[in-house]
């Protein structure tokens, strides 16, 4: 589950609501108190993307080689940071926001009938999707499928491929 910002107009950084779970590459909005919080219904007023991970199990950052680990055979994905791979929100309790343009490739999408110069929407899970569920539009397809890792390999241009991604241009103003 990622976000990979390819360009981007504003990085934001706000407070984040202590008791949400979400991943970078969703959606969020702006509730009352000022806090960022999950984009929970399709019609909601969308603030922006999520350019942090927020959780306690789920790591964000893309990564290509998960791998099991430890006695209770837990399958852990390996990322190359160096602060905490689940809550990156944990020290300041703030979350990076992406708004008012840019260029994103994300896994955190609803459906797979994505095709360049679709509108994008943010569906009622903070998800990208290609269905108007009374929210506004928030960006354009630009391409979708196998994305790139740049760990050389054999699945996409000689990399080993991050997965499927939706290649999207921001238009939320």
């Given at each position: 589950?990622?976000?990979?910002?390819?360009?981007?107009?504003?990085?934001?950084?706000?407070?984040v609501?202590?008791?949400?779970?979400?991943?970078?590459?969703?959606?969020?909005?702006?509730?009352?108190?000022?806090?960022?919080?999950?984009?929970?219904?399709?019609?909601?007023?969308?603030?922006?993307?999520?350019?942090?991970?927020?959780?306690?199990?789920?790591?964000?950052?893309?990564?290509?080689?998960p791998?099991?680990?430890?006695?209770?055979?837990?399958?852990?994905?390996?990322?190359?940071?160096?602060?905490?791979?689940?809550?990156?929100?944990?020290?300041?309790?703030?979350?990076?926001i992406y708004?008012?343009?840019?260029?994103f490739?994300?896994?955190?999408y609803?459906?797979?009938?994505?095709?360049?110069?679709?509108?994008?929407y943010?569906?009622a899970?903070?998800?990208?999707?290609?269905?108007?569920?009374?929210?506004?539009?928030?960006?354009?397809?630009?391409?979708?499928?196998?994305?790139?890792s740049?760990?050389?390999?054999?699945?996409?241009?000689?990399?080993i491929?991050?997965?499927?991604?939706?290649?999207?241009?921001?238009?939320?103003?």
């Amino acid at each position: 589950m990622a976000l990979i910002p390819i360009y981007h107009v504003v990085a934001d950084y706000l407070d984040v609501d202590a008791d949400e779970t979400i991943t970078m590459g969703q959606w969020v909005k702006l509730a009352s108190d000022g806090e960022v919080e999950l984009v929970d219904a399709a019609d909601d007023d969308v603030y922006g993307l999520a350019g942090d991970t927020k959780s306690d199990s789920t790591p964000g950052i893309p990564s290509t080689n998960p791998a099991t680990i430890g006695a209770s055979n837990v399958d852990v994905k390996f990322t190359n940071r160096v602060s905490d791979p689940y809550d990156e929100t944990k020290a300041s309790g703030k979350m990076t926001i992406y708004h008012s343009g840019g260029k994103f490739a994300t896994d955190q999408y609803e459906d797979d009938a994505f095709a360049p110069g679709d509108k994008v929407y943010v569906s009622a899970n903070g998800k990208l999707t290609t269905t108007n569920g009374g929210g506004p539009q928030v960006g354009v397809c630009v391409s979708f499928g196998d994305y790139p890792s740049g760990v050389p390999g054999i699945d996409v241009n000689g990399d080993i491929t991050l997965g499927e991604y939706v290649v999207f241009k921001m238009t939320l103003a």
